[in-house]
């Protein structure tokens, strides 16, 4: 979908974000100790460290390094994305200012729209109670080989420069494939494949041309603590390593009413969306729709004894948007979960 961009895009850190609590690989755990002095209390993570660390020898490594890249680099760089829906050009970009970042990304051809991001290393999860949660790249690679192989290919050339390739292929169903080109120098990534269960191609984000990254030599600043929110609905189920992220969102197509949670695995994202059905919110035909190398499944429901409208949405196989939304639970503070299971309207063939 266009709303994702840049190195996010490409490595998925927007997402992105496993808590704690698995055991790491021991290549995954070597690299976290050498960042370990990274860390300035909660100021954030000094980029500086990237300077003084070894090339990474193993897939993890390459990963994890790209993880803390993305954050770290400033550039300006021209991109192409190659999807169903055709061929669109943009024009990338990435600060820092006073530990903040900024990205943007310009689309260059068709309706022109421009994505804009100011904001800090985000957290790996919902602060309960005050817990500390991790900063984004430490929560994903905590389990993230527990859903995904990762395999180093061959070094390629991308963007007039030299890259390793990385292979990370999903362990079940319910996730696409990844196949990563990383910087050789700053292991940004250039350019992602998405794959589906089969190996074929649903979409290729590459940049075409990037000025010569320059390392922020200073700390970039975690996100504060965030605390869950108190909806009273909930996904009933979710993929396996599926987490929520601290992420609130807000538009001006969208009411108050419309709630909408984000959750990932560290390297793809899904959204659910709660609204109530009225004469003032938008009507979407219940069933699935084909949003580029996205779907977005729908249904009409009845949660808390009113109609709801339910979306879910995000690059995973569609049968698994179709079984997180049919599985969305009303769950009101001091009572027991009760699926939400009465269609308000009959989903479409």
Known sequence: MASGFILNRLVSPLVFLMLGGAMMSSVAQAEEESLATAWNGESGFDCRALLDRSTPGGAAEWFERSLWATHCYVFQARAVRISSGGVRTLALSH???????????????????????????????????????PASPTAIMAHLEEHYRLSLGGEERIAGRDTVRLDIEPLDSMRYGHRLWLDSRSALPLKQMLLDANGRVLETFQMTELERPVLYEGNVA??????????PWQPGWLPPGYIAQPVTTSSSIHDANVGHRLFSDGLSSLSLFVEP?????????????????????????????????????????????????????????????????????????
């Open 95 to 133: 600060d820092i200012q006073e530990g903040v970042e900024r990205e943007v990304a310009r689309f260059l051809d068709g309706p022109p729209v421009i994505h804009e991001r100011r904001g800090r290393i985000g957290r790996g999860g919902w602060s309960q109670d005050g817990e500390r949660v």
């Open 222 to 231: 975690l996100d504060e603590l965030r605390e869950p929110p108190s909806d």
């Open 277 to 349: 059905l009225d004469d003032n919110s938008p009507l979407l035909a219940p069933g699935m729709h084909r949003l580029g190398v996205s779907y977005a499944a729908v249904r009409h429901m009845e949660l808390g004894g009113k109609p709801m409208q339910v979306v879910v949405m995000g690059e995973v196989p569609p049968d698994v948007l179709l079984r997180v939304v049919e599985q969305v639970e009303w769950r009101p503070k001091g009572e027991e979960s009760q699926a939400a299971t009465t269609d308000v309207m009959e989903a479409s063939p």
